[in-house]
């Protein structure tokens, strides 16, 4: 008994250190955004000898950073909520039916995956210029979401392969037709596979500078990967402002994890079977 106690022990000492390990640029970072400048430059000492909130102060009164982040997170939410309504239809379809057109559709979506998006970015600019979208939110919105549809709607696809077709079929026997079915039992426990998808829509589209960089060209419009380049000047960079900024960036992506992380499990499905 007092082995196995001390061995849990160990093994909660072993994987704490590997969790600061794995951290410790973040661990930094926010240490980093409690120093000035000068003392990071210096680097007298990773703990700050003197720890200060100036940096954020200066970040949300001098600076258009709150601008920034609420461009980047509506075009992220936004981008998410797009490819996932078309992610959830064209997975449950490639899932569930079977007939040459998806298969060539689905076979047709690794090479839309493959395609890199910098050879679009022209054409694109060109389109959306008569149409008013140069620094509008709708066009990285739009952008994203097409950029996130080939992968997210196979891992849409791979999550409705797991759920068993019996409970679809018990739905139509009980008088519910295919949107029936879908709707009122297959959507319900596709939350897993759904929180993951979102996830990962959000993330790529909340960390994407180049196309943001081509469409959002006035501080209005910028989302926070742009704009954060302010504090990258030509001959010197403000660190402290830099990590300041860094820091508050990570915040919405850890909310997001907080909330969903509860869904994020596997078994969900087979606990809707008895038997």
């Not at 909520?81 to 040459?100: E, H, P």
């Not at 995956?113 to 620094?135: C, E, K, N, V």
């Not at 519910?176 to 990962?200: D, E, N, Q």
Request: proline share 5%; charged share 10%.
């Amino acid at each position: 008994m007092v082995e196995s106690k001390s061995n849990r022990w160990a093994l909660t000492a072993l994987m704490a250190v590997i969790a600061i390990v794995i951290n410790l640029p973040i661990i930094l970072m926010v240490l980093n955004s409690l120093q000035t400048t000068d003392a990071i430059v210096a680097r007298a000492t990773i703990i700050p000898r003197e720890p200060s909130l100036k940096n954020y102060m200066f970040l949300f009164a001098e600076t258009p950073f709150l601008t920034y982040l609420r461009n980047s997170v509506v075009t992220a939410l936004g981008a998410t909520i797009f490819s996932l309504l078309c992610a959830v239809f064209a997975g449950y379809a490639l899932s569930r039916f079977k007939n040459r057109l998806l298969d060539v559709y689905s076979t047709s979506l690794f090479a839309v995956q493959m395609f890199p998006i910098i050879l679009a970015l022209i054409p694109l600019f060109l389109l959306f210029r008569p149409l008013g979208l140069i620094d509008n939110p709708l066009s990285v919105i739009i952008v994203y979401g097409v950029i996130n549809l080939p992968f997210v709607t196979w891992m849409a696809r791979s999550y409705f392969d797991t759920i068993p077709r019996e409970l679809e079929e018990a739905a139509l026997i009980d008088g519910c037709g295919h949107f029936g079915a879908f709707f009122r039992v297959v959507l319900p426990l596709s939350g897993p596979g759904l929180a993951a998808v979102s996830i990962f829509s959000f993330l790529l589209a909340y960390n994407e500078f180049f196309v943001a960089n081509v469409f959002l060209r006035t501080q209005a419009a910028m989302t926070l990967p742009v704009g954060i380049q302010m504090f990258l000047q030509q001959f010197s960079t403000d660190w402290g402002s830099l990590t300041a900024a860094a820091s508050v960036t990570m915040l919405p992506t850890l909310v997001l994890f907080l909330f969903v992380q509860k869904f994020i499990t596997h078994g969900a499905v087979a606990g809707g079977v008895k038997g």
